[in-house]
Structures are given as structure tokens and as C-alpha cells.
């Protein structure tokens, strides 16, 4: 009810005003433990790339950039938390507006340009706390920066140690040129890099790549292969799309920059499911774009995702969005007979 009420001022204000107030409230940390009903299932649970999951619903990079609000995160049901983009100088981003709510649509556009406090000051934040759950750490180079692997690996450095898990953004559509990182040259570069200074660590944590939704089937293909022969950990996919605006109905539907949301849903579950074929299923998937609720996170780990995760439906459903979307995934998984999530991973990715 009380939320309820923020939630319709909320949706009326300024959507990166609205934002920093979610941010402000969760930051205070107030939230108490038994907010939800629904406390998790065995059933939920799955080891990935090496790292044990309480449940596979998790949040997405760009809601929390800063590393100010993951433990709250933890509380409100999200098996997992993935900080940044973070780069390795603080950045303001792109002029404002940058961030536009397309209600009718149930999605956002935003441009922000990856704005954030830069890597030692979200390396001090996240020193101060001990992490409640699994954390990942979303790197990205600086906009001057864009194609080149220094500022990846500044960042690998000094996060490798804090994370759970690194994930490699080459996929914002709002740092120029920073999607020509997919080229299999330069990828394949990015990767050895990443995985030289991982040979020289103690100990070995998964790197996972975050991948653009706005490339065709030769491109999987040729992707897989490589992410194949250099034995990735793990894929993202996917980030925001370009494509897809003709059919939006939102006034601000013509803004430039990444769309999120509902309307990229049957989108990213295509990458997914080709993704999966050609990889064998080998390569661990975490699905994202348009998971809303328990039938759209579940048709994702049909399609061939481990895990999930969210952002653009936290928005517009509000906290309990991870908390059901488990409930719901948990009576769906007995339903349909399977003893555990990891029994449908990929069930349907050949439809
Ligand atoms: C406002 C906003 C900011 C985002 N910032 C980042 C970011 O900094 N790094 C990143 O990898 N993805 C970022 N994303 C993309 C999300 O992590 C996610 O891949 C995408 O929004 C699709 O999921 P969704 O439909 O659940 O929102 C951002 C998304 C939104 C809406």
C-alpha cells in the first residue's frame, strides 16, 4: 500500500530523479528481513561457473553503479547483485536528460554513458561492507578509452580480488565505438588479456561476458566458436538494444540510446537459444531483457539461461519483483517435474 503510493509519485517524477530517491531509501539500509513472504526453495538453488546460487533471479548492472545499495538488494529476494558499469576513472556521462520511461511500453531509453564514481572510490565502498550474497563487479573502460583493453584490465586488477565474479561490458550502446569490441580480432585480444593476468592470480574466478542483443545469427556463430576455443566462463545476454523502437508507443520513443524492458524480451531469448545451441550448452548464460515476471524468467531458462536477471521491471513493478518471480519459478519447476532449476536450462532452446 505505503508503496504504492511512492510508486505512482515516483512514475511521475523525472525517471533519474526517481532513481536517486530508490537509491537514497534503499542506502539507508531500514528495509527488515521478513518484507517478503516467499523465503527461497531448495529447488532454486544451482551451482554456476564454480559459484553457488541461493536462487537465479538477479540484478542487473546500471541499478546499482555505484555499490551503494547491493546488500538491500540481497533483502529484497535477488539471489545476486552486479555492481557498475565501473571504470576506472570517475565519468559524469552523457548530458541529461538521458534516462526516459516509456510507460506504455513497460520499457526505458537511456544514453547515460556509463556515469559513475570511478574505480577507487567504488573499490573503498564496497571494502567498508561485508557482502551478503553474490556480488559481481560489471567492468568498463573509460569513453576516451573505449576499444582499447588497458582500462579492462586496470579494472580486473583491482576488483579481481573483491568479486565474486567479473563481468566485461563490451555492449553499451552509449560509449562510441565500444561495441566494435565484438570484432572477433579484438575480442579474442580482450579475452587473452583478461585471462593472462587471471593465470598469474592464486586463485581463479569466473570472467563472464556481456553481450549486444543487435547482432545476427553469423555473428553467434562466429562468437561461440572463439568464446569456445578461449574457454570463457560465462555469457551475459544481453544488453540494450538499438533496434526494436518502430512499434514503441511511449512519447519519448524516438529518444537515441539503449532500450530496455518488455519490448526486447523475444529478442534477447533469441541471442540466448542460439547462443546455447552453438555453444553446447558449455558456456553459462545469465539471461536479461524484459524478465518481468515468474513466465517471462522462466521461458528464459528454457531458452538456455542458468540464471537471470532484471532491471527495467524494478522499475515499473517495484520491490517485490524478485521475490515472485522466485515463488513463481519454484511452482513452475514442480509442475512441470523437475527436481531442480538446473533440469531446464535449455529445455526449449531447439523451438
Ligand atoms: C538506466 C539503465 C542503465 C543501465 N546501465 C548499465 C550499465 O552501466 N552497464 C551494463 O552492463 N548494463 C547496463 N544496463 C543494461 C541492463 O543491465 C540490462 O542488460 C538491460 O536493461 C536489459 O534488462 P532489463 O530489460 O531487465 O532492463 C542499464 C539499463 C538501464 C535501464
Redesign the pocket.
Known amino acids: 500500500m505505503l508503496y504504492d503510493i511512492f510508486s505512482s509519485l515516483l512514475k511521475q517524477t523525472n525517471p533519474e530523479v526517481a532513481?536517486q530517491l530508490a537509491i537514497n531509501v534503499l542506502k539507508r539500509d531500514i528495509l527488515p528481513l521478513d518484507l517478503f513472504k516467499f523465503k527461497g526453495d531448495d529447488t532454486l538453488k544451482s551451482t554456476v561457473f564454480g559459484i553457488d546460487f541461493i536462487n537465479p533471479v538477479g540484478l542487473?548492472?546500471?541499478?546499482d553503479?555505484n555499490a551503494e545499495v547491493y546488500n538491500s538488494m540481497f533483502k529484497l529476494g535477488f539471489g545476486f547483485a552486479?555492481v557498475?558499469?565501473v571504470t576506472p576513472k570517475p565519468q559524469e556521462g552523457n548530458p541529461k536528460p538521458r534516462?526516459f520511461r516509456l510507460n506504455e511500453d513497460k520499457a526505458?531509453i537511456?544514453r547515460?554513458g556509463?556515469p559513475n564514481n570511478g574505480m577507487e572510490e567504488i573499490y573503498n565502498r564496497i571494502s567498508n561492507q561485508v557482502s551478503k550474497g553474490v556480488l559481481g563487479v560489471?567492468i568498463?573502460p573509460n569513453k576516451e578509452n573505449a576499444t582499447k583493453v588497458d582500462d579492462y584490465l586496470t579494472c580486473i586488477k583491482k576488483f579481481y580480488d573483491q568479486a565474486h565474479y567479473i563481468?566485461v561490458?563490451i555492449?553499451?550502446p552509449n560509449t562510441p565505438n565500444l561495441r566494435t569490441l565484438h570484432d572477433e580480432n579484438k575480442i579474442s585480444e580482450l579475452i587473452e588479456a583478461l585471462n593472462d593476468f587471471r593465470s598469474n592470480q592464486k586463485t581463479s574466478k569466473p570472467i563472464i561476458f556481456?553481450i549486444s542483443p543487435n547482432i545476427g545469427t553469423s555473428e553467434v556463430e562466429k562468437l561461440a566458436e572463439i568464446f569456445l576455443n578461449k574457454k570463457i566462463d560465462g555469457l551475459?545476454l544481453?544488453?540494450?538494444s538499438i533496434e526494436g523502437k518502430e512499434n514503441l508507443r511511449g512519447k519519448d520513443r524516438e529518444e537515441a540510446g539503449?532500450l530496455?524492458?518488455s519490448p526486447?524480451?523475444t529478442l534477447?531469448n533469441k541471442i540466448i537459444s542460439s547462443f546455447y545451441k552453438f555453444l553446447k550448452g558449455k558456456v553459462p548464460i545469465i539471461g536479461?531483457?524484459?524478465?518481468s515476471d515468474g513466465e517471462t524468467a522462466y521461458e528464459k531458462i528454457k531458452a538456455g539461461a542458468n540464471l537471470v536477471?532484471?532491471?527495467?521491471?524494478l522499475v515499473f513493478k517495484g520491490p517485490y519483483v524478485a521475490s515472485n518471480i522466485n515463488e513463481d519459478i519454484t511452482e513452475f519447476l514442480k509442475r512441470d517435474g523437475f527436481k531442480n532449476i538446473s533440469e531446464a536450462v535449455g529445455v526449449n532452446a531447439n523451438q
Open positions: 532513481h542487473a548492472a546500471g541499478f553503479k552486479e557498475g558499469t534516462v526505458i537511456n547515460l556509463f560489471n568498463g563481468a561490458n555492449s553499451s556481456k551475459i544481453t544488453n540494450t539503449g530496455s524492458g526486447i524480451y534477447s536479461v531483457g524484459g524478465v536477471q532484471l532491471y527495467t521491471s
